[in-house]
């Protein structure tokens, strides 16, 4: 079975700052890797992907992710953090071993706050 | 990247009562999904819509309580049936071509009185 760990509820950051949003997974085959943006009162917004090569994919708003293969990690990272990155991200895998049609699988969520 | 759609975004319906909810998209997909997120809360998977066929249930989600029809490779329904209180929570549409990335619909709110 696959399962996504995202072992921090909030993250608090300095607007500025550097942010990270951690995320570890767990599946039996080659993982699909996504991270997903969620604002108040709105739907899941696509941010990256990893799916195969370079270990670090960047993304949208400046957002960029990092494979770790041996720490089967996959963390949201961003150089200077932003108020309007303010929202809760969601980490996502699936596997790709079979037909291609297995669903996402979510973590819990991390609530990130960047203060102003 | 698919742009999806639901109706109604948002509804108050008293218990036992029962409400559909439409999911389309503007170009064909393979899969479509929906899932339930309590406010705040992760995603669950309540099941796979296949086209021309029973959708595919997750655990704890049975065809009596969540009837789901996909009619064509655009468009979804979900059923909510004889709802109570625990059925309050925001209804996802979810898309996706292949292997490719999955998208989501805005969301449908619901309460239950």
């Known amino acids: 079975a696959q399962s996504v760990a995202q072992p921090e509820d909030q993250v608090n950051v300095a607007e500025g700052n550097p942010l990270t949003v951690k995320c570890t997974y767990s599946v039996s085959g080659n993982p699909y890797l996504f991270w997903y943006v969620q604002y108040p009162n709105r739907g899941l917004q696509f941010l990256l992907k990893?799916?195969?090569?370079?270990?670090l994919v960047k993304g949208s708003y400046g957002f960029e992710a990092e494979f770790n293969k041996s720490q089967t990690s996959f963390h949201l990272k961003k150089p200077s953090a932003l108020v309007s990155d303010s929202a809760l991200y969601f980490c996502a895998v699936r596997v790709t071993w079979n037909s291609g049609n297995t669903p996402l699988v979510f973590g819990k969520g991390t609530r990130l706050s960047v203060i102003a | 990247s698919a742009v999806i759609s639901q109706k109604p975004s948002r509804d108050i319906c008293q218990r036992g009562t029962s409400l559909t909810i439409q999911c389309q998209v503007d170009?064909?997909?393979?899969?479509m999904f929906w899932y339930r997120q309590q406010p705040g809360q992760s995603l669950t998977l309540i099941a796979t819509?296949?086209?021309?066929?029973?959708?595919?249930?997750e655990s704890g989600f049975v065809i009596d309580k969540f009837p789901i029809s996909r009619p064509n490779l655009t468009f979804s329904t979900l059923t909510v049936s004889n709802m109570s209180p625990e059925d309050s929570s925001i209804y996802l549409c979810?898309?996706?071509?292949?292997?490719?990335?999955?998208?989501f619909g805005p969301g449908t709110r619901l309460l239950v009185l």
């Open positions: 979810s898309s996706r071509t292949g292997k490719e990335t999955q998208y």
């Open positions: 819509a296949n086209q021309g066929s029973e959708a595919t249930y």
């Open positions: 170009s064909q997909v393979t899969m």
């Open positions: 990893y799916i195969t090569g370079d270990n």
